[in-house]
């Protein structure tokens, strides 16, 4: 894994201090699954695609990144994967396998390119051929040995719409993301003060941004997901700008129940809309 070792050191050389802090102290297992499961002989990749056309409006509404529309994805997929391993287990008899949802020191998206899933690409996300980026990524690590898929190469090829596109210069080099420019940290990790020279860049960004997935090529091919679970609510759909400025704390729990939002919580998702709205 040794480039992608080297892109993770570019990443934690980037990060804010004091951020991102568990990437360094897992790095050996980051590096070697073995250092999580001793026997492990293969590592499977599975994507879920989440999908889904945007529900706000940039002029007129505060923005959420679309993997967070509907119920917290660490939470379906990792069903999904554990129904995958009971199967698995009825199938191949006393085997040991783990199931991972951004949830360990595993490097899903290494691994995904390894497996032949797609490649990761200039703005350091998954990237399919035929149907884009927004997928959630599992892993299941298992001691069963099995053939190894064909990696993905890359097909970035000369494009940088990413790059050009992204409105903090987050992506200082084609896979490089300063995660202390990255709209997504402000809004979704950071615990400081946001800082001002960001304030008009944000685009209305209160958690999470897309915008360097949507201006990707590839997403032209991505498909509207089909998991209930990622319904998106009328509460959510109809909230607009002004409704945020009032917003108590019931009411955002209420809109968020189950959301991967509640990770961040109402504080933190009000002062990023205070910080936005004196702009
Ligand atoms: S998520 Fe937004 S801020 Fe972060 S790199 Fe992509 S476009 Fe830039
Ligand atoms: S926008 Fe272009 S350069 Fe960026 S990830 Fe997509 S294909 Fe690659």
Redesign the pocket.
Known sequence: MVQEAEWLSAYLERKPPGAFDYLSTTLAERLDPRQIMEDAKSVIVLLLNYYAPEIAHEETDFIIARYAYGKDYHIVMKKKLEKLIIFMKAEAGEIRANAFVDSGPVMEKAWAQRGGAGWI?????L?TKPAG?FFFIGIILTNLEMEPDEPER????A?????E?CPTGA?EM?YTLNPGRCISFWTIENKSVIPEELKDKFHNRIYGCDI??D?????KFAIPNNEPAFTVSDDLKSIRKEDWLTLTEEEFARIFRDSPVMRTGYDKMMRTVRFLMDA
């Open positions: 690409g200039k703005n350091t996300l990237i980026s890359d097909h970035c090829g494009c940088n719409k990413c790059m596109a992506l084609p360097c997935q201006v990707c090529p590839y997403n």
